[in-house]
């Protein structure tokens, strides 16, 4: 059976053990120290929501939120005396199986045509310092977005079909009046100008402001964060890592982000 399915499967266990005969099945979504569970029982410790889960469903929801792909386990126990089933390692219990979830693979985000490496300050500097400054946005924070999304290659041309350094879609350019996306200092500047935008519209949420870049106001909406599209927490990796990386160069301290999800192990 393909390794996939078994995430299915893990929450499919969990539902048989609760309310045999009723239609619905309740399970608990807990989340502790930034790491999210799925259980029988109201996990202590943990801030529980309880999820409704329909018998007659074709397959199970995947309802551990926007993680990405990833593996877990599931343990197998008993809890106030009652069997019970958790994807969170507990005392106790013993490991049942392993699963991997996988997220939406169709999805309106690319990962960037660029990697993490060392700053290149050289590329296109005095036009990031203008813009940066223009807009009010962290410079190394611009920089990273065009590191990440083109390696600043004036002529870059996504799979998406994102164009030019900052790698505007056709549409969002009209909108920034970038006239012509390959020309490097409007790209910068249309770029510089989105990102004060959804640095306004997220509050400073760096996580959502780069998702958003990625992959969409839309999608951020949609998931009210971040988006579990594998490519953008790939991209989100990748541009936290260059804006350290250009934080440092430009002689700048680190700045923390709240830390994205994850599953419990």
Not at 142 to 160: D, G, I, M, T, Y
Request: aromatic letters at 8%; one cysteine or more; a positive charge.
């Amino acid at each position: 059976m393909h390794k996939t399915l078994l995430g299915f499967i893990a929450i499919a266990a969990i539902t048989m053990t609760t309310q045999a005969v009723a239609q619905t099945r309740t399970v608990y979504r807990c989340v502790r120290d930034n790491t999210v569970s799925i259980s029988t029982f109201k996990e202590p410790k943990s801030k529980c929501e309880a999820k409704k889960i329909e018998d007659t469903a074709g397959k199970p929801e995947n309802i551990f939120g926007n993680l990405g792909v990833f593996t877990g386990n599931l343990y197998e126990g008993t809890f106030e005396g009652k069997p019970a089933l958790t994807t969170r390692k507990t005392p106790g219990f013993t490991l049942l199986t392993r699963f991997t979830v996988e997220t939406p693979k169709a999805s309106p985000a690319h990962e960037g045509l660029g990697s993490v490496g060392k700053a290149r300050l050289d590329a296109f500097d005095k036009q990031f310092q203008a813009s940066a400054k223009k807009h009010k946005i962290d410079e190394a924070l611009l920089r990273a977005v065009a590191h990440a999304e083109s390696s600043f290659n004036p002529n870059a041309l996504s799979p998406k079909g994102a164009q030019g350094v900052m790698q505007l879609m056709p549409g969002t350019a009209a909108e920034l009046k970038v006239f012509n996306p390959y020309d490097p200092a409007q790209s910068i500047d249309g770029g510089a100008k989105m990102l004060k935008q959804l640095n306004t519209k997220y509050r400073g949420d760096t996580n959502r402001v780069i998702a958003a870049y990625n992959a969409g106001p839309g999608a951020v909406a949609k998931y009210n964060g971040v988006p579990p599209y594998r490519e953008t927490l790939i991209y989100l990796d990748k541009v936290k890592a260059l804006t350290d990386n250009y934080r440092n160069a430009l002689g700048k301290k680190a700045y923390k982000t709240e830390p994205v999800l994850k599953a419990a192990q």
